[in-house]
């Protein structure tokens, strides 16, 4: 029997094609997503799902879909779909994370002209039949300096544009090398930098606990006068309240804002006013993006449908059905090591190095590099994936070299993580036991045994008597409950480090107290995914 798709948002009708040409039964019914009910009611019936923002996949409707192999959302965001529901039922979660790119790049540098030439109301007031020049005097981009706040795939594409329009363009981006701003013809700044040297500003980076409103009044207050914002990029980055009051007084010239807080933002206080220009979420909003996305989401579902091919999926990696079983707990171990180091590195990294050791050098590494490399840059770019995490780490210009060899101790195969910044050389190591689950056998160099924890606190220091109980205090009078401990040190009196395992995320006033003690090099809290460990 044919498979058979649900298309229940408004899609290129050449997508549907795609569908039936590769022999898929598709059942075009664009308006159904808004439709809950109806929606519940007939989902039983089908392999694939193809949607766009309108059509909330729930637990509920997940529930409900007994056949469902695969949901496909055409654009990069799937805030609609309960991800970590899909996974506990085996449903794919795809999306097309480059399709829109050069949409939402164009939709911020028209944010620019915008701002700069007062258009909507210079526009409204002509209409109204008014003449009044004087009244809209506007700025010149050209000598401008433009400051691009996350420098991935749209913010680089901004970035050029800028260059191309003459502006002295400057980046912050904790994972842009130097080589790759040299590419780009753009200078790496640091944040505050950014924030004093910037005409305009505009935000490209994801919503994530480190950027969650990265533009706020203390951000803005670090800012030229008369500086332009432009948020194309997530709701939540800028806090609209310190934003409107700024905006009053004049320390803020204008702000183009195409994401808010709240969406669908049928009411907000940003507007009505006369130095802003908002618009309705059009970021991904043209004819050419609508149209790429789609035919791209019906291409993957196609192929995973007919072939059992996976690419651009959130929560499975881009591996075959026969070496699955084999392959699936490195895949969660190159993962996790990498997101150890992504969550303990602040530095720009330069380079990666991923050696295979024993066994593991016989696998298929490649998707064991693009898992590692995901979760290493997920702490920064939390919608990354196993097919998207390579072209990531490429464009920011981090080098990434795979090694193997045969097996050189005790362990049948093993997987070492090595990570190179400015500053800074950092490795980890693991392994997988008989039952699957991940393993650190060597952090910083110091050998252990250590299973991997949802919630952690990592800390370094000196070998020296009372760490533990350092750790242990401050943890009992902040009801912080340790759950377990695992220690390591390279030698009596050396470096030395400690693993706490926590029942929930570490308190950010206890790590500060931590991290206040002279025996205490670094603390850090770690969490990790550890669904289907």
């Known amino acids: 029997m044919a498979p058979r798709v649900l298309v229940s948002d408004k899609l290129s009708t050449t997508a549907v094609q795609i569908f039936k040409d590769r022999g898929i039964e598709v059942d075009y019914l664009p308006d159904l997503g808004k439709d809950k009910e109806k929606l519940l009611e007939v989902i039983s019936q089908y392999d694939g799902l193809a949607i766009r923002s309108a059509t909330k996949v729930t637990e509920k409707l997940i529930n409900a879909a007994t056949k469902l192999k695969v949901v496909g959302r055409a654009g990069i965001g799937v ?33 620019i002209f915008a701002l700069a030439r007062q258009i909507p109301e210079a526009n409204a007031s002509t209409h109204a039949g008014k003449w009044e020049k004087n009244r809209f005097m506007g700025v010149e981009i050209t000598g401008k300096t433009l400051g691009v706040i996350g420098c991935g795939n749209i913010g680089s594409i901004v970035a050029t544009r800028g260059v191309g329009l003459k502006m002295h363009v400057i980046a912050f981006d904790p994972f842009l090398s130097d080589k790759r701003a040299e590419e780009l013809g753009v200078d790496k700044v640091e944040l505050d930098e950014l924030f004093a040297r910037a005409d305009f500003i505009t935000l490209h980076t994801p919503l994530t606990d480190k950027t969650r409103n990265i533009i706020d009044a203390a951000a803005i207050a670090k800012m030229k006068n008369g500086v332009r914002i432009i948020n194309c990029a997530r709701g939540g980055l800028v806090v609209e309240a310190d934003l409107i009051a700024t905006l009053k007084s004049g320390k803020v010239a204008g702000a183009g804002i195409d994401v808010f807080e709240v969406e669908p933002a ?9 130095n802003v220009v908002a618009t309705p979420h059009l970021g991904a909003s043209t004819a050419e993006a609508q149209e790429n996305v789609a035919l791209q989401v019906a291409e993957q579902m196609s192929d995973y449908l007919i072939k059992g091919a996976v690419s651009n999926a959130i929560n499975m990696p881009s591996i075959t059905a026969e070496e699955a079983p084999r392959l699936k707990p490195f895949v969660k171990l190159a993962e996790v090591l990498g997101a150890f180091v992504g969550q303990v590195t602040e530095d720009p990294i330069k380079e990666v190095e991923i050696l295979f050791d024993g066994s593991t050098a016989t696998m298929n590494t490649r998707a064991l590099i693009s898992a590692a490399l995901a979760g290493l840059i997920r702490p920064q770019v939390s919608d990354v994936n196993m097919v998207s995490a390579p072209i990531m780490v490429k464009e920011r210009g981090i080098i990434v070299a795979e090694v193997k060899r ?20 950092r490795s980890i190591a693991g392994t997988c036991f008989s039952d699957g689950k991940p393993r650190f056998i060597q952090i910083k160099g110091i050998n252990l045994d250590a299973e991997v924890g949802q919630h952690m606190l990592y800390t370094t220091n000196a070998d020296a008597p009372g760490i533990i109980g350092l750790l242990g205090t401050v943890c009992g009078e902040n009801d912080v409950n340790i759950a377990n401990f695992q220690l390591g040190r390279n030698r009596p009196g050396g470096d030395a480090i400690a693993l706490l395992y926590l029942d929930a995320p570490f308190p950010e006033k206890v790590l500060e107290q931590v991290r206040a ?6 603390a850090k809290r770690l969490q990790f995914d550890v669904g289907g460990v």
């Open 266 to 274: 049928e009411q907000n206080a940003l507007f009505g006013m006369e």
């Open 406 to 425: 045969d097996k050189s101790g005790v362990f049948d195969g093993y997987i070492k993580l090595t990570v190179t910044t400015e500053h800074r050389t």
């Open 517 to 522: 003690h002279k025996s205490i090099d670094s």
């Open 79 to 111: 805030d609609n779909v309960d991800i970590p529901a899909a996974s506990r039922k085996g449903i794919i979660v795809m999306n097309t994370p480059f399709g829109n790119s050069i949409t939402t790049a164009e939709h911020a540098v028209a944010m």
